[in-house]
Nanobody
Framework: QVQLVESGGGLVQPGGSLRLSCEAS????????VAWYRQGSTNEDGLVGY???????HYADSVKGRFTISRDNAKNTVFLQMNNLKPDDTSVYYC?????????????????WGRGTRVTVAF
């Protein structure tokens, strides 16, 4: 089973940027999609976006144009670049490997959840 460790969170002012990392153990990482989720106290909880094994990405409407997901399979790492952060982005961010259908739907979450990394957007 893949173990996932999220990092890179912190306190940032509105309009600022952060880059989160999701580092995974296991040789099958590059074969799977990876999704970012967030859970906090705002109305924006849930799926942030995902990246497929081939590098295709999908984003929630609330983060389109501001967040970018990328992956470095050689380092077993997926990144979430977050720009123009807003207070509503305040949350704990989690990643997980996922199975994605041909129509772009996440059909399964494959591994245990990590501890997440906390992002706080405030003055």
């Amino acid at each position: 089973q893949v173990q996932l460790v999220e990092s890179g969170g912190g306190l940032v002012q509105p309009g600022g940027s952060l880059r989160l990392s999701c580092e995974a153990s296991g040789s099958t990482f590059s074969l799977n999609g990876v999704a970012w989720y967030r859970q906090g106290s705002t109305n924006e909880d849930g799926l942030v976006g995902y990246i497929t094994p081939s590098g295709r990405t999908h984003y929630a409407d609330s983060v389109k144009g501001r967040f970018t997901i990328s992956r470095d399979n050689a380092k077993n790492t997926v990144f979430l670049q977050m720009n123009n952060l807003k207070p509503d982005d305040t949350s704990v961010y989690y990643c997980n490997t996922v199975r994605i259908s041909d129509t772009g739907i996440i059909t399964a979450v494959l591994d245990s959840w990590g501890r997440g990394t906390r992002v706080t957007v405030a003055f």
